[in-house]
Every structure is written in structure tokens, then in C-alpha cells.
């Protein structure tokens, strides 16, 4: 497992999707490291536990082979079976106090909030990150919440000001630098990373320039 001791939120924020890529979480994960990713999650909404248990294990390989920090979206179970890095949590999932208890005082655990009042309550949780979005609207998601916009951005970061703060949703080449000024601290781009297969390497490098 990853040393959380030396974690660094990066700037940008990869998650994969198999459905939007066409591709492995493992392929995805290759591809993403050649361009620079510093840190992955999996995200997998489609398939049983059992197929992203085996997804999330090829994905692991690749990615523990180049020294890479890999996250597990939703699934704190399947993070603690392959003693992956860490898990990132939905407000419906574990609460963070008990996924810490779980997986140990390693793990990087991150929890996605919607508002102001929720990034506050999550600031007080055993968390390493709070993701906060839908910044824009996305597609890459079905149950998306209420858009919350640039405007709300600045109002998490004040409540929020000593908690690492990744803002979700929509975000793009062309919108990275406003989510930047509005006080995020790192992007969790999908769509714009991997809705062109074949691009996924040379966006992700890209990406990391601005």
C-alpha cells in the first residue's frame, strides 16, 4: 500500500470509466500514468462486485508497477480485498469513520459533498480530501445533484479552508483554470479525459500543462 504519509493531492484527478472509454480500468490506468496521472480512481457503476473485484485487481497491478496511488470508488469492501490505496465514498456509502476503522490509518479516504453545509460536516470526518461538484453539468453521471457553479465554489473553500478540496462535474481544458481561481485544489476530470479513447494519454498530458 501506498504511504500515506507522503500523499499529495495532484492538480488533476483521473477517473475512469469503462463505459465512456470502451476500455479495461487496467488499459485506462496505463494510459493515464504514461500521461502524468500522480493519482487514479475506479470508478465502476455498470458492472456486478464480483467483475469489478477483477477489474479494479489487473488495474491494481499496472498501477502498483509504477508506483501510483490507486482509489477505489464506493466499494470499501473491494478497496480492503486488494489493500488498494484507498477508497473514495459517496454521501450513501460507509461513513468515513467507519471506513477508516476498516481500512487503517493508511488509507486515503476521500468523500464526495454537494453543498456547504455537507463539505463542513465532511471537514470533520477522517478524511484526506473533499470532492465537491457537480461544478458544471456532466453526462457521466445518471443521478447527477443540483449543478452548484463557479459561484458556489468559493464559499466551500472558505468553509472548508484547511481540508484539500476537489471539485467535480463537467470540468474541462477550457473550464480548468476558472475552477483553479475559484479555490479548488486538484480536478477529478472523467469525460474530458476519456471520452476519446485513443486521446486519453495525450489529454491527460495536456491537462497537466494548464
Same mark, same amino acid.
Not at 500523499?7 to 483521473?14: E, S, V
Not at 452548484?148 to 484539500?164: H, Y
Given at each position: ?5 507522503f ?5 488533476i484527478?483521473?477517473i475512469?470509466?469503462?463505459h465512456?472509454?470502451g476500455?479495461s480500468?487496467?488499459?485506462q490506468?496505463?494510459r493515464l500514468i504514461?500521461?502524468?496521472?500522480k493519482?487514479i ?5 455498470n ?12 488495474a491494481l497491478?499496472?498501477?502498483?508497477a509504477k ?11 473491494? !478497496?480492503? !480485498? ?5 477508497v473514495h465514498l459517496?454521501?450513501?456509502?460507509l461513513?468515513p469513520l ?5 481500512l487503517?490509518?493508511?488509507?486515503i ?7 456547504v453545509?455537507?463539505?463542513i460536516?465532511?471537514?470533520a470526518?477522517?478524511?484526506?480530501y473533499? !470532492?465537491?461538484?457537480p ?5 457521466t ?5 443540483r ?10 473553500r ?5 481540508t ?5 462535474g ?23 479525459l476519456? !471520452?476519446?479513447p485513443?486521446e486519453?494519454t495525450?489529454?491527460m ?6
Amino acid at each position: 500500500m501506498f504511504d500515506r504519509s507522503f500523499f499529495c493531492l495532484p492538480r488533476i484527478y483521473p477517473i475512469t470509466d469503462a463505459h465512456i472509454s470502451g476500455l479495461s480500468h487496467a488499459e485506462q490506468v496505463e494510459r493515464l500514468i504514461v500521461g502524468g496521472a500522480k493519482l487514479i480512481q475506479l470508478r465502476e457503476k455498470n458492472a456486478s462486485p464480483r467483475q469489478f473485484y477483477d477489474e479494479a485487481r489487473q488495474a491494481l497491478i499496472v498501477a502498483r508497477a509504477k508506483g501510483v496511488p490507486l482509489i477505489i470508488n464506493d466499494r470499501a469492501d473491494i !478497496a480492503l !480485498a486488494l489493500r488498494a490505496d484507498g477508497v473514495h465514498l459517496g454521501q450513501d456509502d460507509l461513513p468515513p469513520l467507519d471506513a477508516r476503522r476498516l481500512l487503517g490509518r493508511d488509507a486515503i479516504i476521500g468523500l464526495s459533498t454537494h453543498s456547504v453545509e455537507q463539505a463542513i460536516l465532511a471537514s470533520a470526518q477522517p478524511v484526506d480530501y473533499i !470532492a465537491i461538484g457537480p461544478i458544471f453539468p456532466t453526462r457521466t453521471k445518471d443521478d447527477a445533484d443540483r449543478v452548484l457553479g463557479l459561484e458556489g465554489l468559493p464559499a466551500v473553500r472558505a468553509a472548508v479552508i484547511d481540508t484539500p478540496l476537489v471539485a467535480i462535474g463537467g470540468i474541462s481544458a477550457e473550464n480548468l483554470k476558472s475552477v483553479f481561481e475559484s479555490g479548488a485544489d486538484s480536478a477529478a476530470i472523467i469525460g474530458a479525459l476519456l !471520452a476519446k479513447p485513443a486521446e486519453i494519454t495525450s489529454r491527460m498530458k495536456h491537462l497537466t500543462t494548464l
